[in-house]
């Protein structure tokens, strides 16, 4: 892969400082009264690369962008692109209505607010080199804000994003906590109704046992007496286990 090559002339100090197989990083080289411009478009998640966008202003005052004349209207069309981005994404972000798409947008958002970083602090460079050039410092003023606002707008984006993980954990919770009560119920009925099915299930029986006989209290006996053994059931189910005892250290 080869540095892109322009229809420009560019100083022999500031070729020394290119590498050959890219422009590199987002930065501002200042040099024999050339200032080239090292800048990223706004950055696509699918994928890792980044596209140049190369600005050179001539000692004159000239801009130049890709070795195209009117080098400054290009410089304020990357910028407008970076702001259209971001009404983009607060748009978005206003009208989220799921945590899947609060991840979208935090996705996009993360090498937008790292990128317009990096073109923030270049733009200063550029600005501290060239002194009070008018039409740079609005570039590094707009600049400012662009990063700014990528950045609250991460911020706001992943703080909606942990109340939202958290309010579904807490929902989740509750509903964990009312199915256990039920399922608690369910188990206290069962303690008690297990001793006397098991009961009526023997009586119910088709063979002789001797009870057949039998005076009609022994009935209510039987069945007092599988209610009382439900009940204790019951009382072990439902019992709440005491506090495991510390074994003590042996003693040397």
């Not at 690369?49 to 130049?64: A, C, D, V």
């Not at 460079?125 to 570039?139: C, P, Q, S, V, Y």
């Not at 009312?178 to 009526?200: D, E, Y």
């Amino acid at each position: 892969m080869k540095r892109s090559q322009y229809k420009w002339n560019l100083p022999s100090e500031i070729t020394s400082r290119l590498g050959s197989e890219s422009w590199g990083a987002q930065r501002a080289i200042f040099e024999a009264d050339h200032l080239l411009l090292i800048l990223h478009a706004p950055p696509k998640t699918d994928g890792n690369e980044r596209e140049h966008e190369i600005f050179l202003r001539l000692p004159q005052g000239k801009w130049l962008h890709k070795g195209i004349d009117h080098g400054d209207h290009g410089l304020t069309k990357f910028m407008e692109d970076y702001r259209l981005l971001y009404n983009d994404l607060e748009n978005r972000f206003e009208k989220v209505s799921s945590i899947d798409s609060l991840f979208a947008i935090i996705d996009s958002l993360i090498p937008l607010a790292r990128s317009s970083n990096n073109m923030k602090q270049a733009l200063q460079t550029a600005r501290e080199a060239l002194g009070n050039d008018a039409f740079l410092i609005d570039m590094r003023d707009r600049s400012v804000d662009i990063a700014r606002g990528f950045e609250l707008l991460l911020a706001d984006a992943r703080l909606s994003l942990e109340f939202r993980l958290a309010r579904s954990s807490e929902i989740q919770a509750r509903a964990a906590e009312v199915g256990n009560r039920a399922q608690h119920k369910l188990n206290i009925l069962a303690a008690i109704a297990f001793p006397l099915m098991s009961v009526s299930a023997v009586f119910g029986m088709n063979l002789q046992s001797g009870l057949e006989n039998k005076p009609f209290l022994v009935f209510w006996l039987v069945f007092l007496g599988g209610l009382s053994l439900g009940l204790f059931v019951k009382s072990w189910v439902s019992a709440t286990p005491g506090p495991e005892k510390k074994s003590k250290p042996p003693k040397r």
